[in-house]
Every structure is written in C-alpha cells, then in structure tokens.
C-alpha cells in the first residue's frame, strides 16, 4: 500500500463545477500538507500549503485537512478550462529533522470543459 | 519560480555516456533535492542537500551521483546513462517556512 493514494482521474467537468480533489493516506506523523498544480511539460507549481488540521482559503481554492481521517481535500470554486492540469498533494513530518522531504500523490489529472 | 533554473532544459543522450544536470537557486536557500517523474509513478526523490557539501540519498538513489560545492548549485550526474533513466527531472527547493517549490523540468531521453 502507497503512504500516499490519490484517484489519477482523470475528472472531467464542465466550466463553473464545484471540483473535489482528495489523497488519503496512512502516516499519522505527517503534519504539513501541499497541493501542486502541474501543467503539461511544465514544473509542479505550489498551489495551496497547510500546516495540521483545518481550512485554508485562497480565492477559489479550499484546502481542507481531516488528521483524525487521514484525508486531504481541495476544492475548486467556479472552475475555469485554465484550471486544467494534474493536481499533486504532497505531505512531510517533521520538517526540521527530515529535511523537508515530500511524499507525493500519484496525481488527478482535471479536465474542465468549456 | 523560486529563482531556480535548470540546464540543459532537453538532452538526449546513449546508453553508457556520462550525464550532468545542472540547477542553479538565486536566493540562498539551504536545501535543494533531485527529483525524477515518470507516468504512474509520480515525483520520487533522488537525492537531496541540506548545505555545501552535504547530501544524503533519496528513495530511488541508485545510478545517481550528485554534488554541492556551492550554495546556488546542485548537480546531479548519471555516471552510465541506462534507458531506465529516461525520465523529466525536477530540482527543487525549500524555503525557511517549508515550502517547497520546482524548477522548470529537464527531459532526458536515453537512447
């Protein structure tokens, strides 16, 4: 089992859905949690950052983590078709000692249809 | 974008041959990492810095050397280029809050 799982899609949806992004995973010591956004031949770009439980909100997106369920979220508001690209979570623990290494999701790859 | 660059941005090369990727950062930070993504496995580390001279190997290490003689640098070398290595490579690094970012991505194809 991967300490990370996400669906890789790929998720289509029409322009203006409400889109859900999620990973699971199985470490109970990860405590900061990242959504990438990539681009097609282009580098992951760091979308959303969270530190334990809780909301972030940052324009149309909504970064959700659930410790107790080990589940991560991101929502996307009003989807555009430049939403379009693979979405990547990530996570680490302790930062400090580990030197901030990141295990990744497979990613989802998100269509949105004009 | 972090201030990193990576060269060369494209490389095709033969199985055997020496290879050496460059990634430069223009703000100091202290750790850098070697990515590498392939489909269906996603980004896998390969080996990452946590200062001049000071490195330690990731999950997907082996055929893989790198070196930091320099804050602003990292290289990551394919001592004997495999078709197995045949991969985009990500440099990445990591701000004082954690946050890490990535480079613009070099595709090697191995022949």
């Known amino acids: 089992q991967k300490e990370v799982e996400q669906d890789p899609g790929p998720l289509s949806v029409p322009e203006g859905a409400i889109v859900s992004l999620n990973c699971t995973y199985s470490?109970?010591?990860?405590?900061?949690f990242m959504w990438y956004r990539q681009y097609s031949r282009k580098g992951p770009e760091l979308l959303m950052y969270t530190y334990s439980s809780g909301n972030k909100e940052d324009g149309r997106f909504t970064a959700q983590v659930d410790k107790s369920s080990k589940y991560i979220s991101l929502f996307i508001r009003d989807s555009q078709p430049s939403d379009s690209a693979t979405y990547l979570c990530?996570?680490?623990?302790?930062?400090?000692?580990?030197?901030?290494?990141?295990?990744f999701g497979a990613g989802t790859i998100l269509r949105v249809k004009s | 974008d972090a201030g990193i660059t990576q060269s060369p941005r494209h490389k095709v090369t033969e199985t055997g041959t020496p290879v050496t990727l460059r990634c430069h950062q223009t703000e100091n930070h202290r750790y850098m990492y070697w990515y590498r993504q392939d489909p269906g496995h996603g980004l896998r580390l390969i080996h990452y810095s946590y200062g001049v001279k000071d490195t330690d190997k990731g999950e997907v290490s082996d055929g893989y050397s790198v070196s930091r003689s320099k804050t602003e640098d990292f290289l990551l070398t394919l001592e004997s280029a495999t078709s197995s290595q045949t991969s985009v490579y990500f440099c990445?690094?990591?701000?004082?809050?954690?946050?890490?970012?990535f480079g613009p991505g070099t595709r090697l194809t191995v022949t």
């Open positions: 990530a996570m680490s623990a302790f930062p400090r000692e580990y030197g901030n290494k990141l295990v």
């Open positions: 470490n109970s010591a990860f405590q900061y």
């Open positions: 990445a690094i990591t701000t004082a809050t954690y946050e890490q970012y």
